[in-house]
């Protein structure tokens, strides 16, 4: 990767968590919590209204000429109109039942087809091989404007509110989908596509993509039932103490994912398509040595930069709740060691047993972490969570060994 496109992803990659910093220092706890449902919700909600329909329309751009493209295109958009009207009277369930406040409801569906646009948007470009521009593109929609934000919370007191952070996100957003239209305009000069709409392709590849958008809904719900958990036993002062300390803990899965998975389990894929069981052998010993050497370091680390940061920002209500940090990291260690028997069940095309998996773990999820919140609060959810991702990692080495594939 060219040292441009690493330092925009690293920008990228800091701004979630410097706007959780920032947003817990100018603001309370409850417009943490808020915020945190809210951009929970979203990211949840962004799944259902897309139906991971990407996944099959990528593969048929990149199979077929320039000129057939945008046909592609259009049909695509087309059926993310459709799952629009399909899907949002379902996501009002959001509002509804109380799990998101009723205020921020047009905030909600505004926000989320421009996320959705913006994130459709920046996946074409990749696959139109336009990379630096796709950066850019999620730069500006995930980045510039936490970094705005951040300066205009320091300086400006008036402006130290949920309803700003929310417009300048919007308007991230929807910069992030005009960079995109240059390039659709380009293929709609070369498309030599006169076909009508397909609801056939359309069909086609919902069965494609909705098996295992199934197990992703179902494995995202462990990161959104504990909010809506603590949300509704609880506060929102509860959810944004959580929030804070969640933000962390997935930063500890975030620098293994990059530093160890993204490294390594490539060439464990390759092992076992090519049947090399000693390369395979070898490549599971050091991904459980690297995510184990990286643990133990961030375990010492993280914790004590955490604290330091509170003490600068002065915020008691949440040093009081710090060993809530050391139940969420042992979340994402487990988590990190969990994807080592996921990508082995899905070097071997076991997509099936990798949806099961994500769906027992999801109903132990859903049981545990409402109880925990009912009579634990935070710390009850934070220990329902682990027991989720536990259980996630025991059932995918399970279904491993029940497929005698485990080596």
């Known amino acids: 990767m060219k040292i441009y496109n690493l330092l925009i992803r690293g920008a990228t990659l800091a701004s979630r968590f410097v706007l959780v910093i920032f947003i817990a220092r100018f603001l309370s706890t409850e417009e943490l919590g808020a915020y945190s449902l809210f951009a929970a919700s979203i990211t949840y909600a962004l799944f259902f209204v897309g139906m991971d329909f990407y996944t099959f329309s990528s593969r048929e751009i990149l199979s077929v000429d320039k000129s057939l493209w945008y046909g592609i295109i259009k049909n695509q958009y087309v059926f993310y109109i459709i799952f629009y009207f399909i899907g949002f009277p379902v996501i009002y369930s959001f509002f509804y039942f109380g799990f998101l406040p009723k205020h921020f409801i047009v905030w909600f569906y505004v926000m989320l087809v421009a996320e959705h646009l913006a994130q459709e948007s920046m996946r074409l470009l990749v696959v139109l091989n336009r990379a630096f521009l796709a950066n850019v593109a999620l730069f500006i929609r995930s980045g510039i404007w936490v970094y705005a934000a951040v300066i205009i919370m320091f300086f400006n007191d008036d402006m130290r509110d ?6 300048l996100w919007l308007v991230g957003a929807s910069i992030s989908v005009l960079l995109a239209i240059p390039e659709l305009w ?8 006169t076909s009508k709409i397909s609801y056939a392709w359309m069909w086609k590849g ?10 992703t809904l179902a494995l995202r719900s462990i990161y959104l039932v504990d909010r809506y958990s603590l949300n509704y036993f609880s506060n929102l002062s509860a959810v944004g103490i959580y929030s804070f300390y969640s933000s962390f803990a997935s930063a500890l899965l975030a620098f293994v994912d990059a530093v ?13 398509k090519n049947n090399d ?15 184990s050497i990286l643990s133990v370091i961030l375990v010492i680390l993280l914790p004590i930069g955490v604290y330091i940061l509170l003490l600068w920002m002065n915020k008691g209500e949440y040093i009081d709740y710090i060993p809530l940090l050391g139940i969420l990291m042992l979340s994402s260690i487990v988590y990190s060691f969990a994807l080592l028997p996921h990508y082995e069940l899905y070097a071997h095309n076991e997509d099936k047993k990798i949806i099961i ?3 027992w773990a999801a109903l132990v999820g859903v049981i545990v972490m409402p109880a925990g919140a009912y009579y634990f609060g935070v710390y009850g959810v934070a220990v329902g969570q682990v027991i989720a991702v536990i259980f996630l990692y025991i ?13």
């Open 395 to 407: 059932n995918k080495i399970l279904l491993l060994k029940k497929s005698k594939l485990y080596a």
């Open 357 to 359: 998996s994500s769906l």
């Open 162 to 167: 949920v309803s700003m952070i929310l417009a």
């Open 277 to 291: 069981f000693d390369g395979l052998a070898y490549y599971k010993k050091k991904f459980i040595k690297s995510v």
């Open 206 to 215: 919902l069965k494609i993509a909705a098996p295992l958008l199934v197990g």
């Open 260 to 272: 160890v998975v993204m490294q390594i389990y490539p060439k464990i894929v390759s092992s076992v």
């Open 186 to 193: 380009r293929i709609r000069n070369i498309s030599a596509d």
